[in-house]
């Protein structure tokens, strides 16, 4: 059974980077057909895709934040990662990596305050 789980700092100060990895457990990043999201969701709004990284490596990101959001991986640790840069405080979220939107981290709170 694959399990998910994000890591990152709680707390960002405006116009920082914001990183994030999300560990990947019982089953590889490079298993065929498996696409690997970045999903947050806002205080009282809905899920927003950020972008996904493919089995092969393939990228693909939000158009409104394909400027600032970087995703990558490390397969020889089976890791995948996020850098938002830029951010303000409505990039303020519940912050979620899924595998395929049908296996997901029990997400993290990212608060972008001075």
């Known amino acids: 059974q694959v399990q998910l789980q994000e890591s990152g700092p709680g707390l960002v100060k405006p116009s920082q980077t914001l990183s994030l990895t999300c560990i990947v457990s019982g089953d590889s990043i490079t298993t065929t057909n498996s696409y690997w999201s970045w999903i947050r969701q806002p205080p009282g709004k809905g899920l927003e895709w950020i972008g996904d990284i493919g089995y092969v490596g393939s990228i693909n990101y939000s158009p409104p934040l394909k400027s600032r959001a970087a995703i990558s991986r490390d397969t020889s640790k089976n890791q995948f990662f996020l850098q938002l840069t830029s951010v303000t405080p409505e990039d303020t979220a519940v912050y979620y990596c899924?595998?395929?939107?049908?296996?997901w981290g029990q997400g993290t709170q990212v608060t972008v305050s001075s």
């Open positions: 899924t595998r395929n939107w049908n296996d």
